[in-house]
């Protein structure tokens, strides 16, 4: 690698996936690859325990947490990383917007939600959004959010 | 560019699958389906190239709208997927008149090249 391939390499955003669903864990990897040259997928996480892992071992920017980490869910899973002082940002994805499962992930520190319908579009401005620490509600989570307040 | 009709009533596999196939530059989802009954409907009014379906799935199964899509006369070619493994569903899903065959563990490996192969007129079965 010479030096302007390094600097490139370190500016990019490291993400780690942590999502139970091995296919759409590969699936966001390569969507990752094919978009985008200033992401880079650094690990992928089955479970919470293999996310702590990694979260140490490869010090991610930001995790693309999926809204059921077993054997916990976000929420609980994004304020033990807190507690762990671990300060990479972090994004949910779920196939639900629940506006309880939002808010608590918000309050618990999670960084972003959105819906897993969504990714094709948004993922890789929410993952910038997130990254540059602003809060990222996707449409589809704004709505569910907006709807609970009528 | 292959428009490829989807069902699966699995909705995260759902969403997985038209993620994937959206990162192709020849394939085109043109509906989703949640069952057999919706897909046969969905077939009829936008008649894709390719239907990538499930096996088990609720109201309809893969393998009854696969029979009821052959028996349509229409130029969609079927892929049938599933987790079962064995020679038995492979012979159901030709017995049903499917064009081709990928275990759902393959899909990212094998349904590009399906769905070419089965969108060319050709046929698609892996060994199981």
Not at chain 1, 48 to 56: G, H
Not at chain 2, 2 to 31: M, P, Q, S
Not at chain 2, 72 to 88: C, M, Q
């Amino acid at each position: 690698m010479d030096v302007e391939e390094s600097i490139s390499s370190y500016q990019k955003i490291r993400v780690l996936i942590a999502d139970d669903f091995a296919m759409l864990r590969r699936v966001i990897h390569m969507l990752i690859e094919k978009t985008t040259d200033d992401i880079e997928v650094v690990g992928e996480a089955l479970d919470l325990q293999d996310a702590l892992k990694d979260v140490q071992a490869l010090q991610p920017d930001v995790i693309l947490m999926n809204d059921y980490l077993p054997p916990t869910n976000s929420a609980l899973a994004t304020k033990l990383f807190r507690e762990l002082e671990v300060t990479a940002a972090i994004l949910i994805i779920s196939m639900e917007v629940e506006p309880d499962l939002i808010q608590q992930s918000l309050t618990s520190g999670a960084n972003g939600f959105m819906h897993k319908d969504e990714i094709g579009t948004l993922l890789v401005e929410a993952i910038h959004k997130v990254h540059n620490k602003e809060k990222y509600l996707s449409p589809k989570a704004k709505d569910a959010l907006t709807h609970e307040k009528d | 560019m292959f428009r490829v009709g989807l069902a699966e009533d699995h909705t995260e596999l759902r969403t997985t699958i038209r993620l994937f196939l959206g990162l192709l530059k020849n394939v085109e989802v043109v509906f989703e389906a949640k069952n057999g009954r919706e897909a046969i409907d969905a077939v009829q009014q936008h008649r894709p190239d390719v239907l990538v379906m499930d096996v088990r799935m609720p109201e309809l199964d893969g393998l009854a709208a696969a029979r009821q899509i052959a028996n349509l006369s229409l130029p969609t070619r079927v892929i049938l997927i599933t987790s079962f493994k064995g020679p038995d569903i492979v012979q159901a899903v030709i017995d049903a008149g499917a064009h081709g065959f990928v275990s759902k563990d393959d899909l990212i490996e094998l349904l590009p090249l399906a769905i070419e192969t089965i969108g060319q007129g050709g046929r698609f079965f892996t060994k199981e």
